[in-house]
């Protein structure tokens, strides 16, 4: 890997990552899922995982998310070297993950979902501050411009792309380090994913990280700065958007192109 | 760019949401039954038969909020009537055999019920098993082992007259009413249950937990502790309504509590909870309480044969269902 020459193009150039990975493995029994990948991800830039399926990419981000252990190698969280022993301690320490799945109460509004499991309360009965949850949640929307009838609304009465908006939110309102989103437009239309791209490309103003997961090339081109690429479990390499075309993209992923020594 | 949140609390549509919500709904409807059946039968409002309506309704009722928190959270419990028997046998069985006293047989009891509730929760929850079968079971040993214990037998009076006795099971005069001190456990138990379920963020999980239980557990909801919780809830809240009941007709009876599951399940399910899961109403569960026991009294007073009872019972549970169906649908196109 070229490391030095990948810095982010837009922001913080010479600041330090926000999250560094270094030599991460993962085995499962006798399989390894991720072999030495090391990446660093900087605060205001958007980097593209991209792969085939089964190249590991969803067990790096459950390794980064701390749903999974790594079996070998080091993570710093902004210089700092951490070890997650649950998915809540990596939330705790500013990581969100939004999954393919949402993870939304369909029942619930949408602002008791943006407080799901960290709810406000106050006074001595510790009741739910309702109005406290509503008005951080209209502004929260208001400045990201996810486009819901209103915070009261009901998830299930909103539709594909606008649950994916407050799935995206709600990460955005919990994060402080890095965001990662798998597959985020995956099941919706086109009006739909271009609203939710604005959206992504809109957190690098937020100075936090963002890793996304896709398998949409035009996405991943229009969106990322870098892209990083996994072929079974092996990191192939990292491309700045910029210098890269997706004839390359598209050999490192199918294997036309080797990787490069680390 | 423009931002659309658009006002929701404009009077008009406050008033539409209140009418298309279930428990309204079901609050009309309670309305035209009791006023039907006033009109109908005048003895249906005099204070004897309100007398004996209000002493059999928070029995049922106390169950109802247990089993209303846990629908809310996807589960139910079907072994409630046997509990609501077992736990007053138990009970009697202790304090009449001289094995300990009063205070001491209602604390072993209530533990009694805690283990059931446990032993469902975990095995729903850890094994993975759905609690119809768990609890289906549940309800066949717990009636199994009350049977057994009393050799099917109802247990002799219980007439000594102390201070659990009157904390439990005390009549008062109120005005032209006779009234029982189970009334005030009903209310105070209502008014912790909607306190849990609109105003804590326990109740937030629980609703959470019922939508989609694994997008709860994604933001760090302990989910399978708030189940196996609400499980204990429910058997201990069946339990003591069974000891209301039983000091109240100063017998304890193995068979006392048959087929309660399924009344209070009918009661909360009328009330606008979903029986699905992710959504409950602690005051739809008051009215669909207090509109099964008005129903059963009712029918009876205005000269329905004995034996055609259930038919109507069963007909006006159905219809409340279609119309809750009706409701949700509309709701859901809005």
Known sequence: MAEPALKPANTQADSSPVLSLRGIQKNFGGVT???????????????????????????????????HPPSEGVMELSGEAVRFADASVARERGIEVVYQDLALADQQPVY??????????????RVLDRRGMIEATEKLVRELDVRIPSVRATIRNLSGGQRQGVAIARATHWATKLILLDEPTAALGVAETAKVEELVASLRARNIAVLIISHSLDQVFRLSDRICVLRRGRQIGVRRTNDTDKNEIIGMITGLIESEPA | MTVLIQPFDKPASRWRGLAGSPQIASLVILAIVLVGFSLARPAFLSPLNISNMMAFLPELGIIALGMTLLLTAGEFDLSVGATFALGPVIVMLLAQNGVVDIGTALAIGLLVCIAIGAINGLIVTKIGISSFLVTLSMLMIVRGVALYITQGFPLKSWDQPGVFVTLLADSFELGPWRLYTSLWWFIALTALAAYILNFSKLGNWISAIGSNRNAAVARGVPADAVKIGLFIVTSVLAGLAGMISAFRISAASPVAGTGYELEVIAMVVVGGTALTGGRGTILGTIVGAVMLRAIRNGIVLVGVPGLAFNIFVGAIILVMLILHAFIQKRSFRR
């Open chain 1, 112 to 125: 008791m979902n943006m407080f799901l499991g960290r709810e406000p309360v106050r006074g001595p009965l």
């Open chain 1, 33 to 67: 899922a991720i072999e030495n990948f090391s990446l660093d991800l900087h605060a205001g830039e958007i980097v593209a995982l991209v792969g085939d399926n089964g190249a590991g990419k969803s067990t790096l981000v459950k390794i980064i998310s701390g749903v």
